[in-house]
């Protein structure tokens, strides 16, 4: 992936409004997923080919993903973005519960792959460090060389540990400035980050003060928004988009976002399910709850493909939707990785029925389209679909079941409206 030409960035930058190009990726070393003609989304799987003496590696694409092939993937959202008065985009990572966005800076060691040359501060006038008796270095960042810098350090999963010093500098699009003085982490040494040789680092959209959704609500922009367009053979961009440069819509619907302690992510109250026009009674708000010690509650998270949902309601919602599609003759299936799955024939889908997700709000009501709620197979037999859901601890709204809604957080107000939209429409073919 290259940064977008810069004639595939079409914001409309003014003081109220802005777009920033989002990118997302539904493909990694082992799947990839594209939209049909059918309207859903079809997962594949890839098999590396071993060459034979002389050739070349090749990366065969399979469109049959055979029942011995486990399934889990992840989809990666990235922003495109230009520091200072570097003439480089760098490509940033979208994460929605940590605190700090951080890029790559020279000198770098060791460092992850990227596209683009690493960052250099020394080249940005507008660039300047954060010293350690800076109001902003507080705990988790701390004061070294005697206070003249200050260190942050992030650890991840799979070992990947990120150290640098807190700056400071301006962001942009082309030359157009978003905002000046963004508070970043300017790494200095990057050692097992999922890079996949385009990442520079990462951009936070959480609610930290030190996120970048925050900081530039800060700057008087507080409300920001994104439509996901799901996966497509043709590669398309589309957009974040910030203040007046949100469309318009009256159908929008609206639910709080709740303010937790020791948490940064986007939380909501999810209160019931319904299956079709059935409401399913044994689903209690309690089970979506976020208890006194942290665990459970409900997110809307960009960084998680399947929609997670506490154990207790998924068998709820899992069995309701088996005896539906039993009703109707349906033939039961197994995939490693999925729970629910059966032979998508041309008759039992005809059949499939929405679920909807009731919030506390009387309208604040979310329906997920057959084609949100299942993920398509292909294998000898025929196509398979499966619920495009797993149990867990707790409950996250995933992006595949964020395709083709508009959401739109206010931060100001702490709301998060959303609204079905084709988000193909607000995206533009990438060069």
């Not at 990366?59 to 495109?80: D, G, I, K, Y």
């Not at 929605?96 to 683009?116: E, V």
């Not at 800076?134 to 799979?158: A, E, M, W």
């Not at 689903?283 to 459970?296: C, K, L, N, T, V």
């Amino acid at each position: 992936m290259v940064a977008p030409a810069d004639n595939t960035i079409v914001p409309n930058i003014s003081s109220a409004g802005f777009s920033i190009p989002l990118v997302t990726s539904y493909e990694s070393l082992e799947h990839t997923i594209h939209r049909s003609g059918d309207g859903f989304l079809h997962l594949q799987h890839k098999l590396r080919t071993e060459p034979s003496s002389g050739a070349s590696t090749a990366v065969a694409n399979v469109t049959a993903l055979s029942p011995e092939m486990v399934a889990p993937f992840r989809t990666a959202h990235s922003v495109s973005i230009r520091m200072g008065e570097d003439r480089h985009h760098y490509i940033l990572k979208i994460d929605t519960s940590t605190t700090l966005s951080w890029l790559q800076c020279k000198p770098c060691a060791p460092q992850a792959p990227q596209h683009n040359e690493i960052f250099d501060p020394d080249t940005s006038k507008s660039f300047k460090n954060i010293a350690g008796t800076d109001s902003d270095c507080k705990p988790p960042y701390t004061p070294v060389f005697s206070g003249r810098l200050c260190n942050f350090r992030i650890q991840g999963p799979g070992g990947m540990l990120v150290e640098g010093f807190l700056g400071e500098d301006t962001i942009s699009i082309d030359d157009r400035i978003i905002r000046k003085d963004v508070l970043i982490g300017c790494s200095h040494s990057t050692e097992n980050f999922p890079s996949e040789g385009r990442y520079a680092g990462v951009a936070t959209m959480s609610t930290a003060p030190t996120s970048f959704v925050m900081q530039v609500a800060a700057g008087g922009v507080t409300r920001f928004s994104y439509c996901l367009s799901g996966g497509n053979k043709a590669n398309r961009q589309g957009f974040f988009r910030f203040g007046t440069d949100i469309p318009r819509n009256p159908h929008y619907k609206t639910t709080s976002i709740l303010r937790v302690l020791d948490s940064h992510e986007f939380h909501v109250s999810l209160v019931g399910i319904s299956l079709g026009t059935h409401k399913l009674d044994n689903i209690r708000p309690e089970m979506f709850a976020r208890s006194e010690d942290g665990q459970g509650g409900c997110v809307v998270d960009l960084g998680t493909s399947l929609t997670m949902m506490a154990q207790e309601a998924y068998y709820i919602v899992k069995e309701a939707v088996w005896s539906d599609l039993q009703s109707h003759g349906a033939e039961r299936v197994k995939r490693p990785g999925f729970n629910l799955c059966f032979r998508a024939t041309k008759a039992i889908m005809g059949h499939l029925q929405p679920l909807s997700l009731h919030f506390p709000e009387e309208k604040a009501v979310m329906v997920l389209s057959p084609e949100q709620l299942f993920l398509m197979m292909d294998d000898k037999q025929g196509q398979t679909a499966c619920l495009a859901m797993t149990p867990g601890h707790r409950t996250v709204i995933g992006t595949l079941q964020q395709v083709d809604m508009r959401f739109v957080y206010d931060l100001k107000d702490f709301t998060l409206s959303f609204v079905s939209e084709s988000c193909t429409e607000d995206t533009v073919e990438m060069e």
